[in-house]
């Protein structure tokens, strides 16, 4: 005992002031709750969780409340709350998506947009009401309606926004993939669901260069035939040519129809969103997300896990193709001012992102595990560079957060800010764990489980384990569970992607363990895990020693297949000037071997000019380790750099 507590406190970074706790929007809810229920607060974030998660009724009712969701409830809170799936949170309930992020529109800002070329652009609430109703009363105009799919092929600009609103106050679907997605991408996922309107850009530009998208939109709705209308932004021109795209207009002109009269009332689970896996296995699933649960589930987490408070900055580094984008956008109902950034965050430098935070006194800046390891080889500390004092929150999710990351973030941005490590994914639009504004922060570890989420590490056996590594589980319903999948009649796809392991629980695929004081710590995806000697072991557990290294920029790790066995293999990126020499290679595996346990020390260590990712910024293990095995790669779409997998194709040093 007296050993754990030596080592949490020597990973202890932050712990919250009473002034912090008692000014937290959490403890404002618990105040709530404990008038209504009953409930005894005692200023223990891990005793709210477990309430919230043995009464789940009670939690999800008074949340309604407390954050006043517009809309009518009904009588009924949880229907068939034994099934998994199959439970239905308010089935009677009606209400608005946009109305809900659209409320008290006021003159103060709703949007500020930027741009890697220095574009900035900045909206009030009340503007941005009125551009999405506008917009919403031209789609209505044109016969979309409730259950249509409004796509967007479109960078991370305003135009976003305000068509999600104008597609939801309709009750539309809304689905939406960046510009760097190609043909081929684009339409393995919009081709899927048929959507009628398309909106989209003439270009983006990324890393200074300007990249027509004119011609892939053209062939894009040819190839898509339900598409009847294209709205088209300019980006790169003030009047660009749209003549070779069929069915065209330019979307100010749409903007400029009488708008919409009143919100369309949606059942709380219609359909909002349709996301998609990375599809680096297939052709990506289309995952359905309902409008109730996505705004119950993203209010929790701003007001409750992040502290977000109306008239607070927040921001998240991401693209319209990752979820991240319709987690900030949720923004908007807490009305918080949220800050869009297109392009690449390291042009001009890697202060950029950094000077925004400053100029827009962020208060919640989030971003990538990627982004703040590579800012942090970079030699930039963005404390010294810029105005933090309004930042209290950075949250940082993509892939697990190494220690030295922790480290950078107290050391070099600020050493007072709640640190949240977050995971959940595509899947549930959402987080199954991440901060809390109310407890300390520890290095290398997430700090809770989301309430309502009833979380569980499970081994082979299905029993929850402690201090142990097993599945990521929930093992009750939540209302950001999934609808569905696109056109899955019987629902079997779906069922087999989260219940196949263990009936009636959601099985999320993260290899993880729980500390004892419910804190997560991610080990990487458990389809990634490596097996030497039958013993599984994370592959986070080996890229944290490994990425501490000023010489390596990243790195990839899997498992390759020998007789009867597996050897791990390590391949690195080095940074521009170093080179994988014989003692590079014998420190990462003492560094390895000191830090995880001799098992997970690779038996090859080889350098590569690239490793693949997806447009997210995840590091593709499946696909290496399929091309390492000689199979197939089956959609190289997804990837953001397939032609990197070339430099893993008939290795001479792999050969068995």
Avoid at 122 to 136: F, M, N, P, Q, V
Avoid at 278 to 287: H, L, M, N, Q
Wanted: include cysteine; glycine fraction near 8%.
């Amino acid at each position: 005992m007296k050993k754990h507590q030596e080592m949490d406190k020597a990973n202890l970074l932050w712990t919250p002031d009473d002034g912090v706790k008692n000014n937290a929007e959490v403890t404002d809810f618990a105040k709530f709750l404990n008038l209504r229920t009953g409930f005894d607060w005692d200023n223990d974030f891990q005793q709210l969780w477990s309430y919230s998660v043995n009464n789940i009724e009670q939690f999800w009712d008074t949340l309604w409340d407390w954050h006043k969701i517009i809309g009518t409830r009904g009588d009924t809170i949880v229907a068939d709350a034994d099934k998994m799936p199959g439970a239905r949170f308010f089935p009677d309930a009606t209400l608005n998506f946009a109305e809900n992020l659209l409320r008290n529109a006021d003159t103060r800002p709703a949007i500020t947009a930027y741009g890697e070329d220095g574009r900035c652009e900045t909206i009030s609430r009340a503007a941005l009401k009125e551009k999405a109703l506008r917009l919403a009363g031209w789609m209505r105009a044109q016969g979309v309606g409730p259950g249509d799919r409004v796509a967007a092929y479109i960078p991370n600009i305003p135009e976003a926004v305000i068509t999600m609103l104008a597609a939801a106050s309709i009750g539309a679907i809304y689905s939406s993939c960046s510009p760097d997605f190609g043909l081929n991408g684009v339409k393995d996922r919009f081709g899927q669901i048929e959507p009628k309107l398309l909106i989209t850009v003439d270009g983006y530009i990324y890393g200074g260069k300007a990249l027509d998208r004119r011609a892939i939109v053209a062939d894009l709705c040819k190839s898509i035939p339900s598409i009847e209308a294209v709205l088209v932004k300019s980006y790169l021109d003030e009047t660009p040519d749209i003549s070779n795209i069929q069915n065209s207009l330019d979307f100010d002109k749409a903007v400029a129809h009488p708008p919409l009269a009143e919100f369309v009332q949606m059942p709380f689970n219609a359909p909002l969103y349709i996301l998609y896996s990375s599809g680096t296995t297939g052709a990506p699933k289309c995952i359905v997300h309902g409008a109730g649960g996505t705004l119950l589930q993203h209010v929790k987490e701003h007001r409750l896990h992040s502290n977000v408070k109306s008239g607070d900055t927040i921001f998240y580094f991401t693209t319209c193709g990752w979820m991240m984008w319709n987690w900030l956008v949720s923004g908007l109902a807490t009305e918080a001012h949220i800050v869009l950034y297109e392009g690449n965050p390291f042009t001009p430098g890697p202060e950029t992102l950094w000077k925004i935070a400053g100029e827009q006194q962020i208060s919640l800046f989030g971003t990538s595990a990627k982004y703040i390891d590579a800012v942090r080889k970079s030699g930039v500390k963005p404390g010294d560079v810029s105005d933090l004092s309004a930042l209290r929150t950075i949250c940082s999710t993509g892939s697990p957060l190494s220690t030295d990351g922790f480290a950078f973030v107290y050391d070099a941005i600020k050493s007072d800010v709640q640190l949240a490590s977050i995971s959940g994914g595509t899947d549930i639009v959402s987080c199954f764990v991440l901060g809390s504004p109310i407890q300390a922060v520890y290095a290398g570890e997430i700090q809770s489980a989301g309430l309502g989420m009833d979380v569980a590490i499970l081994d082979d056996e299905g029993q929850a384990i402690t201090e142990q590594q097993g599945e990521l589980c929930c093992l009750k319903p939540f209302p950001a569970m999934p609808i569905g999948f696109w056109q899955d009649v019987d629902g079997s796809r779906y069922h087999n992607a989260y219940f196949n392991t263990y009936p009636n629980i959601w099985r999320h695929g993260d290899w993880a363990t729980r500390t004892k004081t419910g804190g997560i710590i991610i080990h990487g995806r458990s389809d990634a895990t490596l097996n030497p000697g039958g013993v599984r072991i994370g592959t986070a557990e080996i890229y944290k020693p490994v990425e501490a290294f000023d010489e390596i920029a990243e790195a990839l790790v899997i498992g390759q297949s020998i007789t009867d066995d597996v050897r791990i293999i390590l391949f690195v990126r080095m940074q521009t000037g170093a080179e994988l020499t014989k003692t590079l290679k014998q420190n990462i595996k003492s560094a390895i071997r000191a830090q995880a346990t001799p098992r997970h020390v690779p038996s090859i260590i080889l350098a590569v000019a690239d490793i693949p990712r997806t447009r997210s910024g995840k590091i593709t293990e499946l696909a290496v380790r399929d091309v390492i095995h000689g199979r197939p790669v089956k959609n190289t779409e997804a990837l953001a750099n397939p032609e990197a997998l070339e430099h893993f194709r008939d290795l001479p040093d792999l050969q068995v």
